[in-house]
């Protein structure tokens, strides 16, 4: 058989391997990932008192990537328990979506969780339960049908169907914005009770303004157990260390667009992106992508993508202000033990 001829114009139709996806979809295992999942590890058990959790940092830190990225290893760390039992799903991502109405809207919130929780809502509904063939939840009526209470009771049986042990609630501020003083509490409170009912551990996930609106209140601050998901800093070695790891695997993943020319440019990019990881994706992002749209690597390409100076300056200013919030919220300080008997005749 004679091979068909390939023609010019059929070359133009095979597309070039596209790094801006391979930057998009990388994700590197950097230090200030690891610290904050091995963190949350050891704090999510059966049986844990810290019944709400709450992950801040700064705006392109990388937040959502980690949220994300803890559900789907919990997932797979369970797959032999899903394997025996279809109806099992250990952990769930939702993102607490802003309703455009006033007060948060606790009816989309809980269908976003039944969503999650009910993979396809397609299947018929015949009545509320876990069919044990497929795994799946049946349900007597449409979501949009049911009640506040109804959809309440849906989700706490289902997270107990479920077995769920987490859930993850990103851009969790939405939940307590613009509520009034006086009521965030009893939005909390919302959430706390749901992990009561079901036994599933919540984690929140959001940036500064989410530990600003929680430290409003007291009793809000002492129920819940904070971690912080810092930037790497530039007055630490450690952390130019780790940020600078970070741009190497960038420019491995796309070595064929820039070569290497990203890494002498790792001090100005600490610099422009404040250290987040986020950021420093989204900008790389989009230098390849202008490469690629014009053949060829210029850092040029890297400046156009950098952050504009206003850009940078109102995101330094946040993060000024959500780590001076944070950090003495976050020093702790161990209660002095008292002296011995020799060390108090030493004072003497
Ligand atoms: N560890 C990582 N490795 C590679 N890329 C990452 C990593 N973490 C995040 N990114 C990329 O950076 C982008 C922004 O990160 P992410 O959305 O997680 O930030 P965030 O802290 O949630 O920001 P925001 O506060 O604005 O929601 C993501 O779309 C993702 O592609
Ligand atoms: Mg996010």
Known sequence: ?????????????????????????LRIKHTRIKQVMDELNCLIYPGSQDSILMVCGPTGVGKSALAKSMVKAENERSAPEMQADAGI???????????????????????????????????????????????RMVSPRSLKDRTLAGLRTSVERTLRHRKTRFLVIDEAAHIIHQTRRNRLEIQLDTLKSLANQTGVQIVMVGSYDLFQLMSLSGQLARRTHVLHMERYRQDNDHDIRAFHACV?????????????????????????????IGTLSAILTRAAK?????????????????????????????ILDGEAAI??????????????????????
């Not at 809207?105 to 509904?125: A, G, H, M, N």
């Not at 702790?332 to 008997?341: E, V, W």
């Open 1 to 25: 058989m004679t091979r068909p001829e390939i023609l010019p114009s059929d070359l133009a139709l095979v597309s070039p391997p596209s790094y801006t996806q391979a930057l998009q979809s």
């Open 89 to 135: 799903i250990p952990a769930v991502y939702v993102e607490a979506r802003a309703s455009g109405e006033d007060d948060f809207s606790w009816r989309l919130f809980y269908q976003s969780v039944l969503e999650q929780l009910d993979t396809d809502l397609e299947i018929p509904k015949y009545h509320f339960d876990i069919d044990p063939i497929t795994g």
């Open 248 to 276: 190497q695997k960038f420019q491995n993943t796309a070595e064929p667009v820039w070569g290497q020319g990203l890494m002498p440019y790792a001090d100005s990019l600490h610099e422009n992106t404040l250290g987040c």
């Open 290 to 318: 202008l490469a690629e749209t014009t053949g060829s690597w210029s850092p040029d390409h890297l400046r156009t993508a950098l952050l504009s100076e206003l850009q940078r300056k109102q995101i330094l200013e946040e």
């Open 327 to 348: 950090n003495p919220g976050l020093t702790r300080s161990m209660p002095k033990l008292p002296k011995t008997g020799a060390q108090q005749r030493k004072v003497a």
